[in-house]
């Protein structure tokens, strides 16, 4: 119910490649869609977010794809640099339904190693 | 703008000493967030606050307890440590809303060693 399911965990692309992870959710209550990228000993950092009412959102090199019928939302990484190597989470938070705590349930992380 | 600060940067602990992590946040921000770090768990909320002296439980918050008596200030504290605590802990805060204000800016973490 309270669950993000996120794939794949580990991911190896090579430079100037498209980097795809995807994210799976349950609680049809979830309103706001962030993904979050983690370099090491760093902590998390918002990169790029999305609500349900939007079936595309981009912002550079980063897209967010999400399909409300499936409960399913992707980040797709175009011409992957070896910069964008990090930790990416993605999280749903239930938002404006949420009583206003702006609480959030994170995936379990994708390690992305982009090769030169 | 120092942003999300967090004290200590890494602590060893052995197992029933007690300890009060600090996070401190210049950003004038309403809530604030503790969460745990573990490999192939993501992160994990264990408590959270909405505004200075309230507090609310997370995901997981046994053994852990938390007070925001400022604004800037949330303090976890674990009375008697135990191995499973070990972990990496990060704070995080947000202005409060909807929107852009739903986003969580992130201290740099606490790296915890319970033997």
């Known amino acids: 119910q309270q669950q993000v399911k996120q794939s794949p965990q580990s991911l190896i692309v090579q430079k100037g490649g498209i980097s795809i992870i995807n994210c799976a959710y349950e609680?049809?209550?979830?309103?706001?869609f962030p993904w979050y990228q983690q370099f090491p000993g760093k902590g998390p950092a918002l990169l790029i977010a999305?609500?349900?009412?939007?079936s595309e959102k981009k912002e550079g090199r980063f897209t967010i794809s999400f399909n409300k019928s499936a409960k399913q939302f992707s980040l797709h990484i175009m011409d992957s640099q070896p910069g964008d190597s990090a930790t990416y989470f993605c999280?749903?938070?239930?938002?404006?339904?949420?009583?206003?705590?702006?609480?959030?349930?994170f995936g379990t992380g994708t390690l992305l190693a982009v090769q030169p | 703008n120092a942003g999300v600060t967090q004290t200590p940067k890494f602590r060893v602990l052995k197992t029933g000493q007690s300890m009060t992590l600090l996070c401190a946040q210049d950003?004038?921000?309403?809530?604030m967030y503790w969460y745990r770090q573990d490999p192939g768990m993501g992160l994990r909320l264990i408590h959270y606050?909405?505004?200075?002296?309230?507090?609310a439980k997370g995901e997981v918050p046994d053994g852990y307890n938390v007070s925001r008596l400022k604004k800037q200030n949330f303090l976890l504290g674990l009375e008697s440590a135990a191995p499973s605590q070990t972990s990496v802990y990060f704070c995080?805060?947000?202005?409060?809303?909807?929107?852009?204000?739903?986003?969580?800016?992130f201290g740099p973490g606490t790296r915890l060693l319970v033997l």
């Open positions: 999280a749903a938070s239930p938002g404006r339904y949420g009583g206003a705590t702006n609480k959030l349930i």
């Open positions: 609680n049809t209550a979830f309103d706001y």
């Open positions: 606050s909405v505004g200075e002296g309230t507090t």
């Open positions: 995080a805060s947000s202005p409060g809303g909807l929107g852009p204000q739903e986003t969580q800016y």
């Open positions: 950003m004038n921000h309403e809530y």
């Open positions: 999305i609500r349900p009412d939007v």
